[in-house]
Nanobody
Framework: QVQLVESGGGLVQAGGSLRLSCAAS????????MGWFRQAPGKGREFVAA????????YYVDSVKGRFTISRDNSKNTMYLQMNSLRPEDTAVYYC????????????????WGQGTQVTVAS
């Protein structure tokens, strides 16, 4: 089992920045690709970004390219999402996820999920 805990969400003005963290625990974290998803009120869960176990492969949804950066520190069992130039449409609950594969995917094919952290961007 892998346990995931997100942190770093909050309220920010449009144009501001936030850094989300996802701390993982559990013996099966090693070798796992990870991702970030988000769910806005009244909408389905949307892929945001993903990263391979090595960090050498990253994927982003088009709407965040150039503004968000996904990274990970395997020595700390932690993944990050640096979010810059935030927009009101980025408002959502952000979830981190882990899958039992070193290769990431943009599909909703992850095995473990965190509880989410709220990000609110005020206009």
């Amino acid at each position: 089992q892998v346990q995931l805990v997100e942190s770093g969400g909050g309220l920010v003005q449009a144009g501001g920045s936030l850094r989300l963290s996802c701390a993982a625990s559990g013996r099966t974290f090693s070798g796992n690709a990870m991702g970030w998803f988000r769910q806005a009120p009244g909408k389905g869960r949307e892929f945001v970004a993903a990263i391979s176990w090595s960090g050498g492969i990253t994927y982003y949804v088009d709407s965040v390219k150039g503004r968000f950066t996904i990274s990970r520190d395997n020595s700390k069992n932690t993944m990050y999402l640096q979010m810059n130039s935030l927009r009101p449409e980025d408002t959502a609950v952000y979830y981190c996820a882990s899958r039992i594969s070193a290769i990431p995917t943009m599909a909703n094919e992850y095995d473990y999920w965190g509880q989410g952290t709220q990000v609110t961007v005020a206009s």
